[in-house]
């Protein structure tokens, strides 16, 4: 018996003694550094007036889902949330500025939560850097070094997947060298351009930016658009409620729809402020949406994918350069004085002509056949009416001693310098001409006429011409509109998707 009660004696001694070392180990094991390689976050929610977010780290050791409890995000600044800088410490009760124990660790699909320790949390401008200490459940502590970017998201109503868009350019009367790229967002039943006809959402709306350097290659450029009500750089554009109280369409302001027939919601309402955040994402673009609406209520929404800008600024039809063919015939018009205030200089127009091409003074200048032609714009001074004196012309605004720059959106609603191409009766190619010279010389009633001219899609036309000019004179002539008889070809009046500027342009032509 008492040498039985010696070997319990020996092995609780013993075991006392490992029990003993183990936890002494347990207590000196040093922290584990912890680098983090990146890190992302998302605003969860206003609760008791914090602000509740959810930061994500990366790091070798696992990923530390972190919730933290700082200030709240007012609801007009979900894109730009921002977790304060400041001490945050684990603790049980949700109280501000600490770290709720739900958090946890996730290393090899094994979940330990976060049971103690304390971060301090610094921004400076773009960048946060996050340091401290974390202890999981299994007593093994976390030394956390972070410094680098967080991208803090809200909490999203709707992503959506289809988008389309074109870019329209300024107008020249309304917000010159502003803009404007319009665009819309669906999510649910479209048809095959993207738009809305069933259940689902749908946002409409016009961004406005500097303009883009290629019409053809447009991009919507990055960066936080706020809502206005007038054409500013940097905005999309809301209807002001004296426009909604006039009747505004939803389609001519930014506008927001949500259909869902089980629920019996068929939403339309305009969006009345708010921002919008474009940026790139890979090889695409991403675009996020925090809108407060008509009724009060408030959208979040956001978009990964191509953000389509189809070319509806750019006017030629050419696709490269181009030498206009032999012109044999031609006309000199003398349209008199310029009928806009302040400018001091007379109007002219030449037509040169392919053999197989006829237009027709009397008719305004409609034209048949098939072939070639170009109008050329010239503004001399006031005192010239008899013919147009030799020299070079540089094609810009309208002055005397310059060429006229071709504008207008189409064929029936052009002015200024052009290239045509018809065949068949029917316009098959055309170009405004936007730079270049014109250089003319006159010996013995012969007139020798060079141009070398950019269109709006950077292509070169060139023309030559040497022969006599049939002298119009149409200086009391003041009616414009039937203009379009014959020579509009085939007009394409797109509706407002295709072509918002058509009625602007055209009123705009008239009132030249």
Same mark, same amino acid.
């Given at each position: 018996?008492?040498?039985?009660?010696?070997?319990?004696?020996?092995?609780?001694?013993?075991?006392?003694?490992?029990?003993?070392? +183990?936890?002494?180990?347990?207590?000196? @094991?040093?922290?584990?550094?912890?680098?983090?390689? =990146?890190?992302?976050?998302?605003?969860?929610?206003?609760?008791?007036?914090?602000?509740?977010?959810?930061?994500?780290?990366?790091?070798?050791?696992?990923?530390?889902?972190?919730?933290?409890?700082?200030?709240?995000?007012?609801?007009?600044?979900?894109?730009?949330?921002?977790?304060? !800088?400041?001490?945050?410490?684990?603790?049980?009760?949700?109280?501000?500025? !600490?770290?709720? *124990?739900?958090?946890?660790?996730?290393?090899?699909?094994?979940? +330990?939560?976060?049971?103690?320790?304390?971060?301090?949390?610094?921004?400076?401008?773009?960048?946060?850097?996050?340091?401290?200490?974390?202890?999981?459940?299994?007593?093994?502590?976390?030394?956390?070094?972070?410094?680098?970017?967080?991208?803090?998201? #809200?909490?999203?109503?709707?992503? %959506?997947?289809?988008?389309?868009?074109?870019?329209?350019?300024?107008?020249?009367?309304?917000? #010159?060298?502003?803009?404007? %790229?319009?665009?819309?967002?669906?999510?649910?039943?479209?048809?095959? %351009?993207?738009?809305? &006809?069933?259940?689902?959402?749908?946002?409409?709306?016009?961004?406005? /930016?500097?303009?883009?350097?290629?019409?053809?290659?447009?991009?919507?450029?990055?960066? *936080?658009?706020?809502?206005?009500?007038?054409?500013?750089?940097?905005?999309? @554009?809301?209807?002001?409620?004296?426009?909604?109280?006039?009747?505004?369409?939803?389609? $001519?302001?930014?506008?927001? &729809?949500?259909?869902?027939?089980?629920?019996?919601?068929?939403?339309?309402?305009?969006?009345?402020?708010? =921002?919008?955040?474009?940026?790139?994402?890979?090889?695409?673009?991403?675009? @996020?949406?925090?809108?407060?609406?008509?009724?009060?209520? @408030?959208?979040?929404?956001?978009?990964?994918?191509?953000?389509?800008?189809?070319?509806?600024?750019?006017?030629?039809?050419? &696709? $490269?350069?181009?030498?206009?063919?032999?012109?044999?015939?031609?006309?000199?018009?003398?349209?008199?004085?310029?009928?806009?205030?302040?400018?001091?200089?007379?109007?002219?127009?030449?037509?040169?002509?392919?053999?197989?091409?006829? *237009?027709?003074?009397?008719?305004?200048?409609?034209?048949?056949?098939?072939?070639?032609?170009?109008?050329?714009?010239?503004?001399?001074?006031?005192?010239?009416?008899?013919?147009? #004196?030799?020299?070079?012309?540089?094609?810009?605004?309208?002055?005397?001693?310059? $060429?006229?720059?071709?504008?207008?959106?189409?064929?029936?609603?052009?002015?200024?310098?052009?290239?045509?191409?018809?065949?068949?009766?029917?316009?098959?190619?055309?170009? #405004?001409?936007?730079?270049?010279?014109?250089?003319?010389?006159?010996?013995?009633?012969?007139?020798?006429?060079?141009?070398?001219?950019?269109?709006?899609?950077?292509?070169?036309?060139?023309?030559?011409?040497?022969?006599?000019?049939?002298?119009?004179? =149409?200086?009391?002539?003041?009616?414009? !509109?039937? &203009?379009?008889?014959?020579?509009?070809?085939?007009?394409?009046? %797109?509706?407002?998707?295709?072509?918002?500027?058509? /009625?602007?342009?055209?009123?705009?032509?008239?009132?030249?």
């Amino acid at each position: 018996m008492k040498k039985l009660m010696r070997i319990l004696g020996i092995f609780i001694f013993v075991n006392g003694a490992l029990i003993s070392c +183990s936890d002494d180990d347990s207590s000196n @094991r040093p922290e584990i550094s912890t680098p983090i390689e =990146s890190a992302q976050g998302t605003y969860l929610e206003t609760e008791n007036n914090t602000g509740k977010f959810k930061i994500t780290l990366h790091a070798a050791e696992g990923d530390f889902q972190l919730n933290f409890v700082s200030d709240p995000v007012a609801n007009s600044n979900l894109l730009e949330a921002e977790l304060k !800088s400041t001490k945050y410490s684990v603790a049980q009760i949700a109280a501000l500025y !600490s770290i709720t *124990t739900d958090s946890y660790l996730t290393k090899e699909n094994v979940q +330990s939560k976060i049971v103690s320790g304390e971060l301090t949390v610094d921004r400076s401008e773009e960048i946060y850097t996050i340091k401290g200490t974390l202890t999981n459940e299994l007593n093994i502590s976390y030394k956390v070094d972070f410094k680098g970017p967080i991208d803090i998201e #809200p909490v999203y109503d709707i992503q %959506y997947d289809k988008q389309n868009g074109w870019y329209w350019g300024d107008q020249e009367y309304d917000h #010159p060298n502003i803009a404007e %790229y319009m665009a819309y967002f669906a999510q649910g039943e479209t048809d095959n %351009y993207g738009e809305l &006809k069933g259940d689902g959402y749908y946002i409409s709306l016009s961004f406005y /930016n500097n303009m883009a350097p290629k019409a053809w290659e447009a991009k919507i450029p990055n960066q *936080t658009y706020k809502a206005s009500s007038e054409y500013k750089v940097g905005s999309f @554009r809301i209807a002001t409620q004296e426009d909604i109280e006039d009747g505004a369409q939803y389609y $001519a302001f930014a506008s927001f &729809k949500h259909n869902n027939s089980k629920e019996g919601i068929a939403k339309e309402v305009f969006i009345t402020d708010g =921002s919008i955040k474009v940026m790139d994402n890979k090889d695409v673009q991403e675009v @996020r949406f925090n809108f407060e609406l008509q009724d009060g209520s @408030r959208h979040v929404g956001k978009y990964i994918g191509k953000v389509r800008q189809g070319d509806e600024y750019t006017v030629t039809t050419l &696709k $490269a350069d181009r030498q206009v063919g032999q012109l044999d015939h031609g006309y000199i018009e003398y349209k008199g004085k310029s009928p806009i205030a302040g400018k001091e200089n007379n109007r002219w127009d030449i037509y040169i002509l392919n053999q197989n091409v006829t *237009t027709y003074p009397e008719y305004y200048w409609a034209s048949e056949g098939t072939g070639d032609f170009m109008r050329i714009s010239i503004y001399t001074p006031t005192e010239v009416s008899t013919e147009i #004196p030799a020299g070079t012309y540089p094609i810009g605004d309208e002055n005397a001693g310059n $060429a006229g720059i071709g504008a207008g959106s189409e064929i029936g609603l052009e002015f200024g310098t052009w290239f045509f191409e018809m065949k068949n009766d029917d316009f098959t190619n055309y170009a #405004p001409i936007k730079t270049g010279n014109v250089i003319i010389n006159k010996n013995n009633g012969v007139y020798t006429i060079n141009l070398q001219g950019m269109d709006d899609r950077q292509n070169t036309i060139k023309a030559n011409y040497s022969g006599e000019l049939t002298f119009i004179n =149409s200086g009391d002539r003041t009616s414009k !509109s039937s &203009k379009m008889k014959k020579a509009s070809g085939k007009i394409n009046m %797109y509706d407002w998707k295709k072509n918002s500027k058509t /009625n602007k342009t055209f009123k705009n032509y008239l009132n030249k």
